[in-house]
């Protein structure tokens, strides 16, 4: 999706640039393509495709909405479907159920939550998306208190701290549910195996551009989009490499 935020956040274009660079640069058997400013004009331009993954502004505006029926039949031929940051989000309805058909979970105003904290992951699932990510603490605006279908695999969680569990209610902000669970751990990242044998994923976090300069923030998602696409992900995880030059957005 086209950039929002201002500089240094929400670098949809960019985020995507340098996840398919390390991809591309990693030794696996992969192709990754970006599709910069929105749902790609090329009509064949996802035929033939592996996995999808979208990162963008989520919501009412959300790319994928005009193409509901299209992924969903390329998710039925197992095609890997993956979400990061705000393309979690979509309106509660036939777009918030095709998110959970392909990859288990989404954002759903009203319960979900938007607050800015710093997470520290301590804990892994024995599972690929997991391999070589060890324990790290990131501040980004994590989402969490998704919508979940109850078929999900946990791969990152945190405990958020009280104070960001004790906003007022809003369709992003609060709710009761979420004061409730003070002290308990929220999935920030997960994904499912589908019954049509595709994969999926969902990634609250992505915020902040600067956070794919940490190792293990970027190989939870390398990881994921590696396994999303039916790719072994190595025993020590997708190995990449990134410079200053691709987290400097001021020239862009």
């Known amino acids: 999706g086209p950039d929002s935020h201002g500089s240094g956040a929400h670098e949809h274009g960019a985020g995507m640039e340098l996840l398919a660079k390390c991809l591309n640069a990693s030794g696996l058997p992969v192709e ?13 331009a996802l035929a033939g495709a592996a996995a999808i993954a979208v990162f963008s502004d989520g919501g009412g505006g ?11 039949a390329l998710a039925g031929k197992g095609v890997g479907i993956g979400f990061i940051h705000y393309a979690v989000e979509v309106p509660v309805g036939e777009a918030g159920d095709r998110l ?3 990859t288990g979970g989404y954002y759903e105003t009203w319960w979900s939550v938007n607050p800015h904290w710093k ?14 990510v060890k324990p790290f603490e990131i501040e980004d ?3 969490f208190n998704m919508r979940f279908s109850g078929f999900v695999t946990p791969v990152l969680e945190a405990v958020p701290p009280d104070d960001v569990r004790n906003r007022g209610d ?10 409730s669970r003070k002290g308990q751990s929220e ?15 969902g990634f609250t976090g992505g915020h902040f551009h600067r956070n794919w300069g940490d190792e ?37």
């Open 141 to 143: 605006e994590f989402y």
């Open 170 to 179: 809003d369709a992003h902000g609060g709710n009761s549910y979420v004061r």
């Open 32 to 44: 990754a393509v970006v599709f910069k400013g929105g749902w790609p004009k090329e009509p064949s």
């Open 187 to 201: 999935i920030l990242l997960w994904c499912r195996e589908r019954r049509d044998g595709g994969r999926g994923f």
């Open 62 to 72: 959300h790319p994928i909405i005009p193409h509901l029926a299209e992924v969903d």
């Open 216 to 252: 293990n923030f970027r190989k939870s998602v390398l990881n994921a989009l590696a396994w999303i696409a039916k790719v072994e992900v190595p025993a020590g995880g997708v190995p990449s490499t990134v410079t200053p030059a691709d987290l400097d957005v001021s020239k862009k």
């Open 119 to 132: 997470a520290n992951f301590v804990k892994f699932p024995d599972h690929p998306i997991a391999r070589g």
């Open 100 to 102: 959970v058909d392909w």
